[in-house]
């Protein structure tokens, strides 16, 4: 078995699953039914957000999380004394010995943009082991995907031009719903992360400037404080002033950065409709401080006290005084208020300081927009025709607040080489029984036209050939299609103890996020539109169609009206 | 410094942070500003769910942090390569030499009903260290308090005689997601989770019995197998039927309990209208050998074909048969459908066979009820009278489906001893300025009257005295309390490295699970109540009223209309 595969959480581990995953494993055992194989399909019934896609993501934790499957002594000695004291001893001696060398995962490809009904894994071998792995399954597959799908709704909402940052750890569910967040987010296309941790375990771009706490925290220019080595010098010359020192970017001469920020506010105060007794002079003193930590990469904060009367005003003072010592700024946050308006006023003075003081560059310095940012207000944003560079965003992202759950399931289909139906009174929740392949058709424009769910048995659709794709459920419901190439969903990914597919080929971050791309990309426009997107067709073979149907009829009791 | 106390997830480390942290951090540093001592509250704007309170969690979590905190190698070595190249060198060592020993954390006691406006935490030490903490903070207060005050409500739904079960796991926000909801769901009510790690981590009561997938794994009574020692035996006479042994709980004989379970069910089939040719067998031998392995924890999920043509019937039959042996069932499952009627359905049954077999405990079989189970759910079912004992609940309660994150802020409110305030455009966002007090100010009937927020230097206020309570913004909002008691909400938790309080007493899980049901049983009725709830009173002092708005009017600038 590969050792080295172990899940980003320590968490993640076989404990970590509903008890009656034990238990049931108990009774299988017990009735002898230790050889029994089967065959379990893990798919969802529904596309999140009241969309129309559903982009599969957690495939690479799946595989760490079997690599990694055994229960510890400590594990089995507390399930000795959770399961009743009846409990046959030589249970827990199968459970020691148990991995998942005999578990033979099939799965699509994570990243690929995925929909209702079709198996995103189907996971085979002996049934009490494949029956143990459920939950877990499920915990890494739902909250990956519904994650990546969000990220990539916002991507959608965005644009390519706009960078998206992830700023939810606080809001997020717990830790490693945090974490998750940052690495899913990054795979459905933002651009980075403020969750250091994240940017530590998976090579993320992390980001950050600075809060309303670090603005508050200076009220004048006379605590102006300067490090030297390990000195510390107030800089006041009284208590009623101060200055700052900072090195010129092009040499060793050291500059006032304090007096030229001022003289540049009292400067470009008027042409921006200022009064610089309006503007705070604690916001002054911190911005001066952020930038003397920071010369290179200042970016400011600038809705602490009033974005138009006092925040851009500093702001501006400040990069022109940077400017003058050869650096360049490189833009504000504006975390309140009217974003639109405020990033047009904003773009509209960058514009006129660029103009007037020969500089152009400043005309496309960076705003960064934040402020509990849904898929939603970006619409709406877009509609204004804001002036946001980047959104930072937090809560609706990684607690993914529209809707908070993706409700994979896991369904037995075959036990034994025979065929399994789950019926039920809700046509939505029949299962599709047996084992089935999964293949994309696509059309001659290079986008996909529907996924065709076939018996494994069957030999694959071909190219140029008209095939029968059927509604699974309704016999009135069917088309004909010829598709311009075929491919073939659901690829082995371990088997005997071992990743098939080369692991380090398609498991990093970057190639999922590539795939998530690329996946996208085939996916016609209006099933991906944000306001009534047109459903993705998924259809069964004729020969599917009549082996469930069959069965259905063969299963189901006929009820009497009551 | 307290060693011992380790964070449950070893993903909670000082990195588990924003970058924005790190970078004030250096600024700060930078600025000189490292003996720079801070006040931070760490409170929350509005209560979730639509109700009126709120149930603090997550502090054990937060002192395990502080006591544990410290910047790795690694650590440091990422923030070098993360920072600007030109941060200064010295900046990392004072990072490596940080500890959490500086920082005096005041809290409110974990597991108490609070609301509004009150710091939970109030966080004091050097600037940059408790600066340095703030996201970390955010994201252990958070989901556990969110998830604590779900718990909470889905208690009340319930009421006090129903055993409320968490089952979400599987469609948690990440690994760390379900435990947390596990943890939290026992400390707000819940009395188990099916999560078998939460059971080993935290030694809550672990639940569960089967999925559909046992149900559908078996077709016929001639699979019937049994194991003895390490043999399993086909126990079938010919290839269209099967036996299945089970010994008597009372003696060391064997009996047939498929023959047994037979009998009955044709029994009982006429009473209870059903045909016995419209049950399932394959149901039927499931439940035999989930009785076989746990014959003194007999409970059957029941849905699998058809509640009232098949489950209920199969089920009784072998809860009878099982009582012929010695054995009492301990009842059923729906996890579908119209769960008010059925649960009625079988109750009825319950009660008849009880009757006619002279075996009055059939009666009190227990009924648990899933299924997407929300809080609204439970207010309905309770006015259709259902007869359910047990709800097992998972996507609504642990990803807190109607409102998935709190928002708990931190902000800075004294600096060097000088009192800040956060303006806003919003009042709502108006930070209390100042280190403050908060009283709980109790009536005669041993009920809550109001919170009472004072400066930290105000005397107490006494009992039987009259005290003015005022709104903190609105001046004509002003009330008059005598309190019977008062309570000092905020206690010190952590100081000098030290955890304060008897660490063992207020941090177990079962000390914060009575706490929280004693603080609830202070806070009346009408703001519990789940439509339109009465909001309860968060008050300022006279004396912290014209502090804040002394400040405020200070602070602000005077606008101009346009």
Redesign the interface.
């Known amino acids: 078995m590969t050792s080295d595969l172990i899940p980003d959480?320590?968490?993640?581990?076989p404990?970590?699953?509903?008890?009656?995953?034990?238990?049931?494993a108990?009774?299988?055992?017990?009735?002898?039914?230790?050889n029994?194989h089967?065959v379990?399909d893990l798919f969802f019934r529904k596309n999140p957000f009241g969309g129309e896609f559903t982009i599969f993501a957690g495939l690479e934790q799946c595989i760490k999380f079997l690599a990694s499957f055994r229960y510890t002594d400590?594990?089995i000695n507390?399930?000795r004394n959770?399961l009743?004291q009846?409990t046959?001893d030589?249970f827990f001696v199968f459970l020691k010995n148990l991995n998942a060398k005999d578990v033979t995962l099939y799965a699509i490809e994570e990243g690929s943009v995925v929909f209702p009904k079709v198996p995103l894994m189907r996971v085979e071998g002996p049934?009490i082991l494949v029956?143990l792995v459920?939950?877990?399954l499920?915990?890494?597959v739902?909250?990956a995907s519904l994650m990546t799908t969000n990220a990539t709704r916002f991507r959608m909402a965005a644009g390519d031009n706009i960078s998206l940052l992830e700023?939810g750890?606080?809001?997020?569910?717990?830790?490693?719903?945090?974490?998750?967040?940052s690495k899913y987010s990054y795979i459905g296309g933002f651009d980075g992360t403020?969750?250091?941790?994240a940017?530590?375990m998976f090579n993320i771009p992390?980001?950050?400037?600075?809060?309303?706490?670090?603005i508050?925290?200076f009220?004048d220019f006379a605590e102006?404080?300067?490090?030297i080595?390990?000195r510390?010098?107030?800089n006041a010359q009284d208590i009623f002033f101060g200055s700052q020192m900072l090195q010129r970017c092009d040499s060793s001469e050291s500059e006032d950065l304090l007096l030229k920020s001022i003289e540049y506010r009292n400067i470009i105060a008027p042409d921006m409709n200022c009064m610089v007794d309006?503007a705070s002079d604690g916001e002054l003193t911190a911005l001066i401080?952020?930038a003397?930590?920071?010369?290179?990469?200042f970016v400011a904060l600038i809705d602490?006290?009033?974005v138009s009367?006092?925040g851009l005003l500093n702001f501006c003072a400040v990069a022109l005084a940077l400017n003058d010592l050869g650096y360049r700024a490189m833009g504000i946050r504006i975390d309140?208020?009217d974003l639109a308006y405020l990033s047009k006023v904003s773009r509209h003075w960058f514009t006129h300081i660029a103009t007037k003081f020969k500089i152009p560059w400043f005309a496309n310095l960076t705003i960064v927009a934040s402020n509990d940012i849904n898929e939603e207000i970006i619409w709406s944003l877009n509609d204004q025709n804001h002036k946001i560079n980047c959104f930072g965003i937090g809560?609706n992202l990684v607690?993914?607040?529209k809707q908070?759950?993706?409700?994979?399931v896991?369904?037995?289909v075959e036990?034994n080489g025979?065929p399994?139906i789950?019926?039920?009174?809700?046509v939505q929740?029949i299962t599709m029984p047996g084992r089935k392949n999964v293949y994309r058709l696509y059309g001659s424009d290079g986008y996909a036209l529907c996924d065709l769910l076939q018996r494994s048995n069957e030999p694959p659709p071909n190219v140029m050939t008209k095939v029968l794709c059927r509604h699974p459920f309704n016999q009135q419901k069917r088309a004909f299609a010829t598709p311009s190439r075929v491919e073939s969903l659901l690829k082995m990914y371990w088997q005997g103890g071992n990743v098939c597919m080369p692991f380090n080929e398609w498991s990093s971050l970057e190639a999922i996020r590539e795939k998530v791309k690329s996946s996208l990309k085939t996916l016609r426009q209006d099933h991906k539109r944000y306001l009534n997107p047109t459903p993705y067709k998924v259809s069964v073979s004729d020969n599917l169609y009549s082996f469930i149907n069959d069965l259905w009829l063969q299963n189901a009791?006929i009820?009497d009206l009551s």
């Not at 959480?9 to 581990?13: H, S, W």
């Not at 404990?15 to 049931?24: G, K, N, P």
């Not at 789950?422 to 809700?426: N, V, Y």
Request: net charge positive; charged share 15%; proline share 4%.
């Open positions: 959480n320590q968490l993640v581990q404990l970590l699953t509903d008890l009656y995953q034990i238990t049931m108990y009774a299988y055992w017990k009735a002898g039914k230790v029994d089967a379990f400590s594990d507390f399930l959770t009743p009846a046959d030589e049934l029956q459920e939950t877990t499920l915990t890494l739902n909250f700023f750890l606080r809001r997020a569910q717990g830790p490693d719903g945090g974490l998750s967040a403020s969750n250091v941790l940017g530590k992390v980001k950050g400037t600075h809060a309303h706490a670090f508050n925290s009220s102006l404080r300067t490090r080595g390990n510390v010098v107030l309006q401080s952020f003397v930590a920071f010369p290179h990469n602490t006290y009033d009367r006092s309140s208020g809560t607690t993914c607040a908070p759950a993706l409700g994979c896991y369904k037995l036990l025979i399994r789950k019926l039920s009174q809700d929740k009791p009820g």
